[in-house]
């Protein structure tokens, strides 16, 4: 049995949901809140299973792995059907590109961690948080938006027609955007894209309101 370990508002966490549901993958979440007691994730009993302390943490049989991009290229290495990643290695390597916009450029410097150390720590106000936020979104959103804008790939997802895991990244990092208050509609292919994503099953099990933690 699959086990992922999750929050209902990890976009990180998100992806990784997406992911099993795409391949259709028997799974158990097990929630992990990041608020409740000061944060699950920092005590003892959850850094034994991952030192970071950080989640998605995803266990399969003896396979442990603590980080959602490495989570992704496991399950579509161990679990082939339903194929995340095109055929052609060209056409992967615009996958990864648009994957690593959103988990290394933006995410890393937008989620929860990093927004609360600067308002705890540095004394940003809540303005300047949102101000943060909103320009690290904007900035990789734009490249995005051009890439699928000029991209001979794009298709009624980011590669084609059929979902891969740039879509997996992309979804709930949008998500985070409107929850935030981003304007979206200077990014009129990301938006049909998302909205396409969101019109299947797997992406709507996956949301976190759907989400058994979700409050």
Request: aromatic share 8%; proline share 5%.
């Amino acid at each position: 049995m699959i086990n992922l370990y999750s929050y209902w508002r990890s976009s990180a966490a998100y992806r990784v949901r997406i992911a099993l549901n795409m391949k259709e993958l028997d799974h158990e979440i097990i929630p992990v809140s990041l608020i409740k007691e000061g944060g699950e994730h920092k005590q003892e009993a959850y850094r034994a299973l991952n030192p970071q302390g950080l989640v998605p943490f995803f266990q399969d049989g003896d396979v442990a792995i603590g980080q959602s991009p490495a989570m992704l290229e496991y399950l579509e290495e161990k679990y082939p059907q339903t194929p995340l990643l095109p055929r052609e290695s060209s056409a992967r390597a615009s996958v990864r590109q648009l994957m690593n916009i959103i988990c290394c450029d933006i995410h890393p410097i937008d989620n929860l961690r990093v927004l609360s150390y600067i308002q705890n720590e540095l004394g940003a106000t809540d303005e300047q948080k949102n101000k943060w936020y909103a320009h690290w979104i904007e900035a990789g959103f734009g490249a995005i938006e051009t890439l699928l804008s000029r991209e001979n790939l794009t298709g009624t997802y980011c590669c084609g027609d059929e979902v891969t895991l740039a879509d997996v990244c992309l979804v709930p990092q949008v998500y985070n955007a409107q929850r935030f208050g981003v304007a979206l509609d200077v990014y009129p292919e990301i938006v049909r894209i998302v909205e396409a994503c969101n019109a299947l099953a797997a992406f709507q099990a996956a949301r976190p309101e759907a989400q058994s933690d979700a409050s």
